[in-house]
């Protein structure tokens, strides 16, 4: 069974930090495009970030650019979201989803309806 799951996330203050992990159990995440994902109460959920199938490809939202960095280890079969410079608007659950992607090659999408296997959330709050 395909199953993700998030960690590291928690209560920091405005200018902190946190990295935040998904881990994939089930299957290997070399042939899928990772895409990290948030939503904040009362708001619809949005993209983050999204990395390639080999990394050579990032995408990021105009809010978090800069700030945030998604990565990936395909020998751990983990993905990361480092988040540096945290300011309350960044307060949500965040989550990792996945969609397999047959070209090597291929750019990723931020298009929530084109993944196709998800992860619980973690919380994130940023509060002084």
């Known amino acids: 069974q395909l199953q993700l799951v998030e960690s590291g996330g928690g209560l920091v203050q405005p200018g902190g930090s946190l990295r935040l992990s998904c881990a994939a159990s089930?299957?290997?995440?070399?042939?899928?495009?990772i895409g990290w994902f948030r939503q904040a109460p009362g708001k619809e959920r949005e993209d983050v970030s999204c990395?390639?199938?080999?990394?050579?490809?990032?995408k990021y939202a105009d809010s978090v650019k800069g700030r945030f960095t998604i990565s990936r280890d395909n020998a751990k079969n983990t993905v990361y979201l480092q988040m540096n410079g945290l300011k309350p608007a960044d307060t949500a659950v965040y989550y990792c989803?996945?969609?397999?992607?047959?070209?090597?090659?291929?750019?990723?999408?931020?298009?929530?309806?084109?993944?196709?296997?998800w992860g619980q959330g973690t919380q994130v709050t940023v509060s002084s």
């Open positions: 089930g299957f290997t995440l070399d042939d899928y495009v």
């Open positions: 990395i390639s199938r080999v990394a050579f490809w990032t």
């Open positions: 989803a996945v969609y397999r992607e047959r070209q090597l090659f291929s750019v990723c999408v931020s298009d929530p309806r084109t993944y196709e296997t």
